[in-house]
C-alpha cells in the first residue's frame, strides 16, 4: 500500500517561496511509469493540478503556475519537493501530493492527506 505523507509551513508570507515535502512510503518514486504530483485546492474552488515529476525525474508544470513552480525529488530519502516561489494570498490553499498513473487530476491513484497552507503577512 503506498503512503504520501506532505510536510512543510502551516504559514508562508506574501512574496516569500512555499515549499513542501512529500515522504513516500510503500512504493519508490522511481518506479517505472508513475508521477509524482503536486494538487491544491483554494479555499471554496475545485482542485488545480499543479505539476509532477516522473519516475525518471523529468518535470511537468501547468503552464499557468510554470514561472513560479519546482518539483524536485531525493531518491535516497524517497521523497519529492515542491517549491512556489512570490507567494500571494491567492496562493492559500490545502496542498495535496499523489502518485500518479500520467499527469492531470484524473490520474491520481493514492493521495496524501493533504496539508493547509495560509499565505498572510
Known amino acids: 500500500q503506498v503512503q504520501l505523507q506532505e510536510s512543510g509551513p502551516g504559514l508562508v508570507k506574501p512574496s516569500q517561496t512555499l515549499s513542501l515535502t512529500c515522504t513516500v512510503s510503500?512504493?519508490?518514486?522511481?518506479?517505472?511509469?508513475?508521477?509524482w504530483s503536486w494538487i491544491r485546492q483554494p479555499p471554496g474552488k475545485g482542485r488545480e493540478w499543479m505539476g509532477a515529476?516522473?519516475?525518471?525525474?523529468?518535470?511537468y508544470y501547468t503552464p499557468s503556475l510554470k514561472s513560479r513552480t519546482s518539483i524536485s525529488r531525493d531518491t535516497s530519502k524517497n521523497q519529492f519537493t515542491l517549491q512556489l516561489t512570490s507567494v500571494t494570498p491567492e496562493d492559500t490553499a490545502v496542498y495535496y501530493c499523489?502518485?500518479?498513473?500520467?499527469?492531470?487530476?484524473?490520474?491520481?491513484?493514492?493521495w496524501g492527506q493533504g496539508t493547509q497552507v495560509t499565505v498572510s503577512s
Open positions: 510503500g512504493g519508490s518514486i522511481t518506479t517505472y511509469a508513475h508521477y
Open positions: 499523489a502518485r500518479a498513473n500520467g499527469l492531470g487530476l484524473d490520474e491520481n491513484d493514492y
Open positions: 515529476i516522473a519516475y525518471n525525474g523529468i518535470t
